[in-house]
């Protein structure tokens, strides 16, 4: 149950003389009221004397020391609701929080008279709090002394904590698992701390661990297991506002998120001088072990995977003489007997580019005995927490005690991350539990709506399920912004709580540590819940009663007998070019495919309401387009289907399928069934619909007839004598090229066919041919080809007065086919699934090659690159193993690109696209080792991003190629 916060009052919002505080505003730490006026944030009213003796309000939640009233005067003002809670409105508890706190209905009042308010001579002075990191900037008004206490009267502002106003927040004995976690994580067992080795202990060199992502999991294995080879283990310091003020300089990405910028700032902490380091230690780990055997997969996002790779790429101070060693190679964490394999195979490496190192490289037999005791120190850790959490769990039974699970990504345990939202809670007097310390008391039941596939999430689902089972718990999530794949995670965490009647509350947190919002929503939740309280002691409902509603969705299938009966199946638009030549193929296979048309902005209107709003913006407008079309009245709903492309990696766009039923049930179909369109497994099952192989290449020759009649007609259409010559001809071939792949079709066709294409193109008038910049477009595979999402850039470039070069979709096919090579080379692959890799992309070589060969022979175009090729170009920047999202091959097409004479890139990327911030933005400050003129920009997409900005940028970088094609002209 809900019980009254032991807490003391503290001085940050009070009210004078009885005078209620303005309806409507809640009561906030550092807001306060003298005579019904809203005074500055943070500080005490003492334009009388200070309070000591006031009511603390109830609201349906522990006093907060931050809101009292005088005199008994009760408050009316009601807490403003926030996501997925009701309004709640603040009362005065008349009676005392504790036996020593009288009731002060029978105060007078102190407030100043009229003479007395007139006569006071305020002095303003500024100073910096000491109290904590934040080093607020306070504004001290002294209203000289009280002449009947002798007090000094303040009114200090400024502060964003109730240290600045001069109070020290006490709280209750009561649990606080992140803290308890923190010191668990980094400090060891009581009677078995982590001690690192000395200098003169150590039998090899000393390794740095940043304090930073996945070492909020993973240190105690990182520590046991470098220990154990004999490393001296050496963590960087505490996050601190300096540490990110450290690292700003390198970070490529304004738009990644605040743990992924911290990084920056602890890897210069370990490049210190003085800090004596040989090896700085940041492995790339792509999946967890798996602790939900029904999850789908285990991945770690695609930040937590790769950022390494940005600090590598970015930080200059790695490069100078005398600095430490980066490591970050790729390691199977999951894969035991792999992972001891490839840290050999790292750490001999380093010792044979190092023959001065101290030591040896470690042997197979110290590796696994060390791997052995990494492990072993990894579950007692994470049993720890788990027994933390149920003695935590069964204190709150004894002491009836309310517990608030505050779920979030590891690294939320980071102070600076959180913003000691833990303290704020536990002042509430609520016990503060972590996801992971009652995740293995449930499962959610499945299957979940979501792809569940990212280890941390697998833990909220469970954690919100279990906190759905009691009444005197609940949950808050912490999200970092621009973190995307919460946008997936919060919807199914909500909808996992309320199903069971239990209020969602999630706090959005970023570098700006003011918690006002968050004091807001914590009260908000509070006084919801006491109603809550309220309503079942009135139906004398008791915890055994509490109703758990299951979660699970039915996901309707699609039939043989809906193929059949010809249902239509909706397909949304991705790539303009490609996808009108695939629908004939679909058609022919007795599918009644119909593509939508292109995306307007009404589409993206329809996708903002019915999807979350952060998440990615391709998956707006593919959950726009659909319901556009769904709600349209034009289709009949029981005999209607949608199909989605899904290529199954670690990216949120894994979640096209969830985000459309979501959306499609809460506009009334949810009978409506979705086929995914995939190569992996994602639990999706559809008997009516299958590729044949006779599908499958004719899809194939859709891709390279796109791809070469995409770069025909953007390489002529610049120069074309006759305007509209270009176009008229593009048309021509499509219509032929459509008929081909529906009807009679064979490689002796398909040769003929793009040799012919490729000769009239060539043919084709042009006027002053290659007079103008060429500007390549690069970028996430939805906003890189179609032309709503990417505002058009192809229309804008060439109206600029350059010529456009992208490259082909096929590219991207063969990239997702070839992480099994890459992957079983560095991971885990299975061996069987390299070779698998290798025949196909041999197959689709061999139905390209006729295309290949005429592009070769003609004087106006080049033949595409293999993917060989591309990988070799990546290669040489980071590892073939980042393959989430656009992965490495966004870094070779931009290689590719300059290699070809084109160093002018637009790179377009959703906002907050996580794998763009280290393949796109993280790649391009050392893209220019290759071409000092690489003119590079990267410009994001989203349906709030300013489009005059979006100009703007891509102008700036036209004008910069116009000079340098100039430059380049007059020097030839």
């Known amino acids: 149950m809900l019980k009254p916060s032991s807490t003391p009052p503290d001085a940050g919002a009070q009210c004078v003389a009885g005078t209620p505080l303005d309806a409507g505003v809640p009561p906030d730490a550092g807001v306060q009221c003298v005579a019904g006026t809203p005074l500055d944030a943070g500080a005490q009213c003492v334009a009388g004397t200070p309070l000591d003796a006031g009511v603390p309000l109830d609201a349906g939640m522990p006093p907060d020391a931050s809101a009292q009233c005088v005199a008994g005067t009760p408050l009316d003002a009601s807490v403003p609701p926030a996501t997925g809670m009701p309004p709640a409105t603040t009362r005065v508890i008349t009676e005392p929080l504790q036996a020593t706190n009288p009731v002060v209905s029978r105060q007078r009042s102190r407030l100043l008279g009229p003479e007395a ?22 504004t001290v008004s002294n209203f000289g002394k009280d002449p009947e206490t002798g007090k000094t009267r303040r009114f200090i502002t400024g502060n964003r904590c109730e240290k600045g106003a001069g109070n020290t927040l006490v709280q209750a004995d009561l649990p606080n698992l992140f803290t308890y976690k923190r010191q668990r994580l980094f400090e060891g067992r009581p009677g078995a701390p982590y001690l690192p080795l000395t200098a003169n202990q150590a039998s090899r060199p000393t390794v740095g661990l940043p304090r930073v992502l996945n070492m909020y999991e993973n240190y105690p294995f990182w520590f046991t297991f470098l220990t154990e080879l004999g490393f001296a283990v050496v963590l960087s310091e505490e996050t601190r506002k300096s540490t990110y003020e450290a690292g700003i300089e390198s970070m490529p990405s304004e738009s990644v998120c605040y743990p992924a910028k911290l990084a920056h700032g602890h890897i210069m902490d370990l490049i210190k001088p003085e800090r004596a380091i040989d090896i700085i230690f940041m492995p790339c780990i792509r999946y967890e ?47 035991r007997k792999r992972f001891i394999q490839r840290a050999y195979e790292e750490f001999s490496a380093y010792y044979a580019e190092h023959p001065e190192a101290k030591g040896s490289a470690p042997t197979i037999a110290q590796l696994t005995r060390a791997t052995d005791a990494a492990w072993a120190e990894d579950e007692l850790f994470k049993q720890d927490i788990r027994e933390a959490g149920e003695a935590a769990l069964k204190w709150m039974e004894k002491t009836e005690t309310h517990g608030i699970v505050l779920a979030g990504r590891p690294y939320h345990l980071d102070p600076e991350i959180n913003h000691a939202i833990p303290e704020l809670l536990a002042g509430y007097g609520l016990a503060v539990l972590t996801e992971d310390s009652i995740s293995h008391l449930v499962k959610p039941e499945r299957p979940l709506r979501v792809v569940d596939q990212w280890m941390y999430h697998s833990r909220l689902y469970a954690a919100a399920k279990y906190c759905c089972m009691r009444d005197d718990l609940d949950l808050i999530q912490l999200n970092s912004f621009g973190c ?63 109703q758990v509603i299951s979660t699970a969705i039915d996901k309707p299938q699609f039939t043989k007998q809906m193929k059949e009966a010809k249902y239509t199946v909706l ?103 979705v086929i995914g369109l995939s190569f992996h497994s994602l639990g999706e099952t559809n008997p009516g619909f299958s590729i044949s192989l006779g599908m499958l290449r004719r899809a194939v020759y859709c891709f390279y ?46 040769s003929r066919t793009v040799k012919q294409i490729v000769q009239e193109f060539d043919r084709l008038p042009l006027l002053n041919d290659r007079s103008k910049p060429r500007v390549g477009v690069v970028g996430e595979i939805l906003v890189k080809f179609h032309p709503t999402a990417n505002n058009g850039v192809v229309d804008l470039i060439e109206s600029e007065g350059c010529e456009v070069q992208v490259p082909g979709l096929a590219e991207f096919c063969l990239f997702g086919i070839s992480g099994g090579i890459w992957q079983h080379k560095t991971l885990s692959k299975k061996r069987i699934s390299a070779i698998g890799s290798r025949f196909s992309i041999g ?7 006729p295309m290949n060969k005429a592009l070769a022979a003609s004087k106006r175009f080049e033949p595409a690159a293999s993917i060989y090729q591309l990988a070799e170009y990546a290669e040489g920047f980071l590892s073939l193993c980042n393959s989430m999202g656009e992965g490495w091959l966004l870094t070779a097409e931009m290689v590719e690109l300059i290699h070809g004479g084109v160093p002018n890139i637009v790179c377009a990327q959703p906002f907050a696209c996580l794998p763009n911030h280290v393949t796109g933005k993280g790649v391009i400050k050392a893209l220019r080792s290759i071409d000092q003129r690489s003119n590079i920009v990267a410009v994001d997409y989203d349906p709030g991003a300013s489009e005059v900005n979006q100009l703007n940028r891509i102008k700036l970088m036209i004008s910069i190629a116009k000079d340098n094609f100039t430059a380049l002209q007059a020097a030839n």
Not at 117 to 138: D, W
Not at 843 to 849: E, H, V
């Open 117 to 138: 308010l007139r006569a006071l001579s305020p002095k303003v002075t500024s100073m910096r709090c000491n109290r904590c990191s934040n080093a607020c900037l306070l």
């Open 289 to 335: 072990r798996k602790e939900d055997p029904e999850a789908t997969n285990q991945y770690n996002c695609p930040v937590v995977v790769s950022y390494p790779e940005v600090i590598k790429l970015n930080v200059e101070e790695l490069n100078y003489p005398d600095t430490p060693t980066f490591m970050n190679p790729f390691l199977p964490y999951q894969d």
């Open 484 to 546: 995307g794949l919460d946008a997936i995670t919060t919807d199914q965490v909500q909808e996992i709580l309320v199903a069971s009647g239990k209020i969602y509350t999630v706090l959005k947190i970023d570098e700006v540590s003011n918690l006002g919002a968050a004091r807001i929503r914590v009260r908000s939740l509070l006084a919801a819940l006491r109603n809550q309280e309220l309503a079942r002691e009135e139906a004398a409902v008791t915890h055994s009663s509490r």
């Open 571 to 673: 397909c949304p638009q991705m790539a303009p070019i490609h996808f009108e030549l695939l629908l004939p193929v679909f058609q022919k296979f007795g599918y009644n495919f119909e593509l939508l048309p292109s995306v307007d902005f009404g589409a993206v209107e329809a996708g903002l309401k019915y999807a979350n709003n952060d998440v990615c913006y391709p998956s707006i407008l593919v959950t726009g387009q659909i319901m556009e079309a769904v709600t349209s009245g034009r289709y009949d709903m029981e005999h209607t289907a949608v199909i989605i492309t899904q290529t199954g990696g670690g990216c949120r766009a894994t979640n096209y399928i969830g985000l459309i039923r979501k959306a499609l049930r809460e506009a009334g179909y949810p009978q409506v069934p």
């Open 705 to 750: 007839y796109g791809d070469l009649l995409m770069q025909c007609l953007y390489r002529t259409r610049p120069y074309e004598l006759e305007p509209g010559s270009a176009e008229k001809l593009y048309r021509k071939w499509m219509d032929i090229c459509k008929a081909q792949v529906s009807g009679k079709t064979s490689q002796r066709i398909f």
């Open 843 to 849: 197959l689709m070589d061999l139905l390209r090659r």
